[in-house]
């Protein structure tokens, strides 16, 4: 079967200090890196090991893992495995891109955040032209807060033509419509980010096809229900994966209402719904 996983590990430190996130320059201490190394050297111990299944791997960190070796090592060994459909991970891009030379861009692709305030603007756009002039899928995003509207028109103009510039609704903010219409003229695709989706009793992927895993193993339908399916390592994960309802409210992040059923994000996205790049970008 085709199996998609989002893997989140202990790792909650980051290199920058954006005031809309809880992790803003959070530092792990060294035992705290240490577990979260091995950790991650064990889930991709397990992934280069499975041939029951095609796998697709997002890792979602709480912090920024590609200032860490350990997060680019895993990224190139499993992108050039042939199981593996398809690598990547959320990134605020902070890291050198010298290390991508080694995997296979085919495979590995990039979700990147763009934070202003945090990071020179031409540093942060020449490390977008490094990733495109070595082939490597990507996307580029901004928070849709108010004083960040004008950072993201123009990176808008001055990334490459065939990057998707998404936008992702800044969370507890709500949007006029003349607002919205600002953030959709960059990104059309908007509008399925600016208001959290009903989503109690309706199909979605997680759980089935989908599924979360943290640092201990520990499988979940997706990052938001804590409802536990089994473990990953000792396979009785597999008895529990089976079509099944959401049992929320609402859902209101990108991770996860991608995978509802009743949304069409997946021919949207078709082949990159991962790195979040539209189909035919």
């Not at 060994?77 to 042939?82: G, R």
């Not at 861009?105 to 070595?134: I, M, S, V």
């Not at 490597?136 to 998707?164: M, W």
């Amino acid at each position: 079967m085709d199996l998609t996983i989002l893997y989140r590990g202990p790792l909650a430190s980051c290199d920058y200090d954006c005031p809309y996130c809880p992790f803003a320059k959070r530092r792990d201490s060294r035992d705290q890196l240490r577990a979260d190394r091995a950790a991650l050297e064990r889930f991709t111990a397990w992934a280069s090991e499975q041939r029951e299944d095609r796998l697709s791997v997002l890792f979602t960190p709480w912090g920024e893992g590609l200032v860490r070796s350990w997060y680019r090592r895993a990224l190139t060994e499993l992108s050039l495995l042939p199981h593996i459909g398809r690598v990547a991970i959320q990134t605020n891009l902070s890291c050198r891109t010298d290390w991508l030379a080694d995997a296979d861009p085919a495979k590995l692709a990039l979700w990147c955040t763009y934070h202003p305030g945090q990071t020179p603007y031409d540093r942060f756009l020449a490390k977008t032209h490094e990733l495109a002039d070595r082939s490597i899928r990507f996307s580029v995003g901004v928070v849709g807060l108010p004083d960040h509207l004008e950072h993201a028109r123009r990176l808008r103009a001055d990334l490459p033509e065939q990057v998707y510039l998404w936008i992702n609704a800044a969370e507890g903010h709500s949007y006029t419509d003349e607002e919205a219409d600002g953030w959709t003229a960059l990104d059309p695709l908007f509008p399925y980010s600016r208001s959290p989706h009903r989503s109690a009793g309706l199909p979605c992927r997680t759980g089935e096809s989908v599924i979360s895993v943290d640092g201990e193993g520990t499988v979940r339908r997706c990052h938001f229900v804590r409802a536990e399916l089994g473990n990953l390592y000792d396979g009785s994960y597999r008895r529990a994966l089976a079509p099944r309802a959401c049992p929320l409210a609402v859902c209101d992040c990108h991770i996860g209402y991608v995978h509802l059923e009743t949304l069409p994000l997946y021919d949207v996205f078709a082949g990159g719904v991962l790195e979040r790049v539209p189909a035919g970008v």
